[in-house]
């Protein structure tokens, strides 16, 4: 696969300071000029392949690492903010969005986080209780929208806490779901923690007592929710301390996003605890993705083993760069993350082409889909609907779908790319991220037209639309 022109400055420089090499060393390390690296450091020149190798070679990091990541992730959440009419004068190209990315990531943050709070302030004046707008702090982003910022930014992987949880896992005796009471007998023998089972009637789907040393799990949640939840609970027994460094040090401005990341950062711990790294990744690459089979194999659910899949970015260790996705009834995505070039839209509904939507329809089986994106990338996506509760027959069902899928230059890593023509363009389905800043103008699923288009109105014609697009 071409590497292409990469301007990554700013992380070759970061690499330098972490080695505590001045210009002059470092180049002659890598065996360039001084003069060179000085262009490549201030963006006005590309780092060739021959360079880029020998940063692998010299410092042993993970060519993928300097060349994807974060700047992706936040070159679209950039342009998605600049789509919006408010910088209607203001067209910029890509490659001057890809400087201000790689130059200027703070810049970059701060303009995205300012359309954030005038998109929140618009909506509520917009609306007919307009008492809303005029509440303290109205406009400021939310504690769960920073902390969803938090993970995304981080690429959804937390080095300390995995690696904390892997060790505990191997002294534990957790590998490949072999642990049929090992985590309550970890909890009882470490803690003096002993788990029981709720009494009937009782919702609860955990409870622990500090004082009596008790973690009372539903009698009728499934193993693999009852597993999670006790690794939660060892997660905040033993993982605090490091949980609590974390979130200090991620600088958030209220009590209720750290609360929130605190959760957040238990679970990660537990699901790292579960599906330890290694034995997991290789795991992942053995059964090639299969996620039933992964699932059967840790003792997990299919989400739990989604979403561990779409963690697996540890330097020098990498998985597939994968997106995953939760998506409700209504549309609504849950949850989301992208280590792959799609990135979901951080206003409005899911794409309607996308089959996640259709797994709702056909449950209990696995919907595949090669679909490309408006920019050309094409994806081998997957879906299935899944379903929680418990309780017997008056217990409410929820009822998700969950997406997952890669680059199609990775599709062979899957099972699921099995027998499909990964190279005739026509079996690509054309999706959107999302209505308000894709631009394709004769989808007929269109829920609203894009933001910078003019639109035009014909009262004697009309097709699937009922106007047409500039």
Not at 254 to 268: F, M, P, S
Not at 271 to 286: D, T, V
Not at 357 to 386: K, M, N, V, W
């Amino acid at each position: 696969m071409a590497i292409g022109k990469l301007y990554i400055g700013r992380k070759v420089r970061a690499l330098r300071d972490q080695m505590k090499a001045t210009q002059a060393q470092f180049a002659e390390r890598i065996g360039i000029s001084t003069s060179y690296l000085n262009q490549i450091e201030n963006n006005q020149r590309p780092v060739s392949a021959a360079v880029l190798l020998a940063l692998a070679e010299k410092f042993q990091i993970d060519i993928g690492e300097l060349s994807s990541g974060e700047d992706d992730r936040l070159l679209s959440a950039l342009s998605e903010a600049l789509a919006d009419p408010l910088f209607a004068a203001y067209e910029p190209g890509l490659q001057e969005l890809k400087l201000v990315v790689q130059n200027a990531p703070g810049l970059a943050h701060a303009l995205i986080a300012s359309h954030q709070a005038y998109r929140r302030t618009s909506d509520e004046l917009a609306s007919l209780d307009d008492r809303l707008g005029r509440q303290p702090g109205a406009g400021e982003t939310t504690p769960y929208e920073e902390v969803r910022d938090f993970f995304h930014f981080v690429d959804n992987y937390i080095h300390e806490l995995d690696l904390s949880a892997e060790q505990l896992a191997a002294e534990i005796g957790l590998g490949e779901g072999e642990r049929p009471g090992a985590l309550a007998a970890h909890l009882e023998r470490r803690h003096g923690v002993r788990v029981v089972r709720a009494e009937p009637g009782d919702e609860t789907l955990r409870r622990y007592d500090p004082a009596a040393r008790i973690l009372t799990l539903n009698a009728y949640a499934p193993a693999p929710t009852r597993d999670f939840q006790t690794a939660l609970q060892i997660a905040q027994l033993e993982a605090g301390r490091l949980v609590e460094t974390i979130v200090t040090e991620a600088g958030f401005r209220t009590v209720e996003a750290q609360e929130i990341c605190r959760i957040g950062l238990h679970n990660y711990f537990a699901g790292a605890l579960i599906m330890p790294y290694q034995p997991f990744l290789k795991a992942a690459r053995l059964l090639r993705h299969d996620i039933e089979l992964m699932a059967v194999r840790f003792g997990t659910s299919l989400e739990q083993v989604c979403h561990r899949l779409s963690t697996l970015q540890r330097p020098g260790s990498k998985g597939v760069p994968i997106f995953f996705a939760r998506i409700d009834r209504a549309g609504n995505i849950t949850k989301r993350h992208s280590a792959a070039k799609l990135q979901f839209a951080r206003f409005g509904a899911a794409c309607p082409l996308w089959n996640v939507h259709e797994a709702f329809e056909q449950p209990g089986r696995i919907i595949r889909q090669l679909a490309e994106t408006p920019d050309g990338a094409r994806y081998l996506c997957i879906a299935t609907q899944i379903t929680k509760g418990g309780g017997g027959f008056r217990a409410l069902q929820l009822r998700y779908a969950i997406a997952l899928g890669c680059e199609i230059s990775y599709a062979e890593s899957f099972v699921y790319a099995d027998d499909l023509d990964l190279t005739n363009r026509t079996a690509f389905d054309p999706i959107g991220i999302s209505c308000r800043i894709c631009e394709r103008t004769r989808c007929p699923q269109r829920a609203v037209p894009p933001l910078k288009r003019k639109l035009t109105i014909d009262h004697d014609r009309r097709g699937a639309l009922p106007y047409e697009m500039g």
